[in-house]
């Protein structure tokens, strides 16, 4: 269990890519389409998983852990870079490559898979981390979070 929640995260995100793929294999809408709507597509997937890249690399600039069942081994709290925008911008990335393969397709199911898939990593991944940040950094922890917001 502990390896599945190590990967909690990045599997939900593929997940998502497969029902909505999925969803429009099935019941295609091309719910959109607009120009040049294939590279503003491409663009927000790109930018989602460079976004992801950045927020890893926060952590190891500063030697501490990226893997969230291993808070207790947290050193530092990371705030800077792009951790000043989003308290959770590997998580914002990963919704941001939800959504342009989706808007790729066109595919009406990419709205409602990215409220679910916002809600299950609220709820079950960033809730239960904030906690422990909280435990972790206390008042360090509660003053960021007064000042950046979950997402965005």
Not at 14 to 19: E, N
Not at 20 to 42: C, E, K, N
Request: charged letters at 15%; proline letters at 6%; glycine letters at 8%.
């Amino acid at each position: 269990m502990e390896i599945f929640y190590a990967h909690f995260p990045p599997v939900l995100t593929l997940l998502c890519l497969f029902v909505i793929g999925a969803l429009d294999g099935v019941f295609p809408s091309q719910m959109l389409r607009f120009p040049g709507q294939i590279v503003i597509a491409s663009a927000i997937g790109l930018a989602g998983l460079v976004l992801v890249l950045i927020a890893i690399r926060g952590f190891y600039r500063v030697e501490t852990t990226v893997l969230p069942q291993e808070m207790a081994r947290s050193s530092t709290l990371v705030t800077g870079g792009v951790y000043q925008i989003s308290r959770n911008p590997m998580y914002l990335g990963m919704a941001a490559i939800i959504a342009g393969p989706g808007l790729a397709l066109g595919a009406w199911a990419t709205l409602p898979v990215l409220a679910v898939f916002v809600w299950v990593i609220t709820t079950y991944q960033i809730i239960p981390e904030e906690r422990a940040l909280r435990k972790s950094f206390g008042d360090e922890f509660e003053s960021y979070q007064a000042k950046v917001r979950r997402w965005i």
